[in-house]
């Protein structure tokens, strides 16, 4: 079982930067899947970045849509997305989750515990 809660959304103007924050309490193992999801109203959930281990040796992957823009980093219990250079479309609610199927993709499909969830708004 994990639990996970996400913190540090916002209300931002358009260009702005937010940090979004993790906890993740209950997985302990390396080489467990993070990932980073968002879903605005109308629109189905859609992956923004992922990454499996932690350190400086994970490789996260990251939407077409947030390359660049977007920075997911791994320490310990936490996992982070610094977010720069939003725009209006940024505007979801955001949710961290986790598998540990040995699988890590951007799809939420087969992630198994996702945390409540954090809203961002960026205004233009």
């Known amino acids: 079982q994990a639990d996970l809660m996400e913190s540090g959304g916002g209300s931002v103007e358009d260009g702005g930067s937010l940090k979004l924050s993790c906890r993740v309490v209950?997985?302990?193992?390396?080489?467990?899947?993070l990932g980073w999801f968002r879903q605005s109203p109308g629109k189905e959930r859609e992956g923004v970045a992922r990454?499996?281990?932690?350190?400086?040796?994970?490789n996260p992957e990251y939407a077409d849509s947030v390359k660049g823009r977007f920075t997911l980093a791994r320490k310990r219990s936490m996992v982070y997305l610094q977010m720069d250079s939003l725009k209006p479309e940024d505007t979801a609610t955001y949710y961290c989750?986790?598998?540990?199927?040995?699988?890590?993709?951007?799809?939420?499909?087969?992630?198994?515990?996702w945390g409540q969830g954090t809203q961002v708004t960026v205004s233009s």
């Open positions: 209950g997985l302990t193992a390396g080489n467990d899947c």
């Open positions: 990454v499996i281990g932690s350190g400086r040796y994970t």
């Open positions: 989750a986790a598998r540990r199927d040995g699988y890590c993709r951007l799809s939420p499909d087969g992630y198994t515990f």
